[in-house]
C-alpha cells in the first residue's frame, strides 16, 4: 500500500492479507487499532506479528502490540520518527 489503507480488517479481501510469517524486523507497515497507525515489525510468527506503532495520530510517543494478519499490511509511505530507528539506536559516540 502507498497510502493509508481505507477498509477495516473485516472488509480485506482475504486474498490481499499477507501471512504474518511473510513479514521480517524493521519492515514498514500499517497496523489497525482505531484506525490505520504506520508501524515497523519487531518480530513475526506464523499467527501474529509485534509491532512497534503510533497509537494515537496526534503524538509522537509509540506503543508496541501484538497482531494478527488481518489487522496489519505492508507500508510504502515514509514516517520519519519511526523507519529507519534502528540506525540511530547503534550509532555511538566514539570514547575518548
Known sequence: MTSTPTVTPPQRDPADVAPSESYRPADPVWVYRNGWRAGIIEAASRRAVTVTY??????RGTGVDTFTAPYVTSRDHDDPTLDNRGLRLVRRKPLA
Do not use: E, F, I, R
Request: no cysteine; proline share 17%; aromatic share 0%.
Open 54 to 59: 503510533h497509537p494515537d495520530t496526534q503524538h
